[in-house]
């Protein structure tokens, strides 16, 4: 079973410029939530897909911001315009339905803002 | 509003030794509670998770968790510490709700292993 990909791996651009991370999770799953760590910080949540819908997005910092989940598969988060505080690893995580967790999370995107 | 508090920030431990890994949550009901490993270049791995039963939780890897409802905590251990335990761990407490399960994590430790 192909686990959680996330893509790209790392990304460096300058403030002002987009950027938009991929999830892919694990085939099946329902859930699909994405996550954030900013350097020397705990990982923070920042929304959860169910299927195509988002089911909680309280976690998302500001309207630069902005995850879609097409057709319930893959997801996107872009960031638009990028900030320098906007640097940190970004994880995608996704699990079954029903299910009481542990997810399974991806190996994150590290994106710096410079 | 749940919180996760992992005291120790960095730890070394001498190959072979033992580890012990703390971390108090606070929440306000019964709590989910989780451990995640990191290793270099990798993601999150679960190494074990405790919902209700047995405050004795076992994991991969040869870890195990105890959960002291009295103390607030789910403490990490391992008997003898491998090179490749050196990673960096992270507790989280969970809030299940009716689709999904959103995580609060700690700040996590960073483990270090001496040969």
């Known amino acids: 079973e192909a686990g959680v990909t996330q893509f790209p791996s790392h990304s460096v651009i300058e403030k002002g410029q987009t950027v938009t991370l991929r999830c892919d999770p694990i085939s099946g799953h329902d859930n699909l939530y994405w996550y954030r760590r900013v350097m020397g910080k705990e990982i923070k949540f920042l929304l959860h897909?169910?299927?195509?819908?988002?089911?909680?997005e309280s976690g998302m910092p500001n309207n630069r911001f902005l995850a879609e989940r097409t057709g319930g598969t893959y997801s996107t988060l872009k960031v638009q315009p990028a900030e320098l505080e906007d640097s940190g690893v970004y994880f995608c995580a996704s699990s079954q339905a029903g299910t009481r967790g542990g997810y399974t999370f991806g190996s994150g995107t590290r994106l710096t803002v410079v | 509003a749940q919180s996760v508090t992992q005291p120790d920030i960095h730890i070394t431990v001498s190959e072979g030794a033992s580890l012990e890994l703390r971390c108090n949550y606070s929440y306000g009901a019964t709590p989910y509670l989780f451990w995640y490993v990191q290793s270099p270049g990798q993601g999150l791995q679960l190494l074990l998770k405790y919902f209700s039963g047995d405050t004795l939780v076992q994991g991969i890897k040869g870890f195990e968790a105890e959960f002291k409802r009295s103390q607030s905590s789910f403490n990490l251990r391992k008997p003898s510490v491998h090179w490749s335990d050196a990673a960096e761990y992270f507790c989280a407490v969970g809030q299940l709700k009716a689709a999904g399960n959103k995580l609060t994590f700690g700040g996590g430790t960073r483990v270090l292993v001496k040969p």
């Open positions: 897909f169910v299927k195509e819908s988002k089911q909680d």
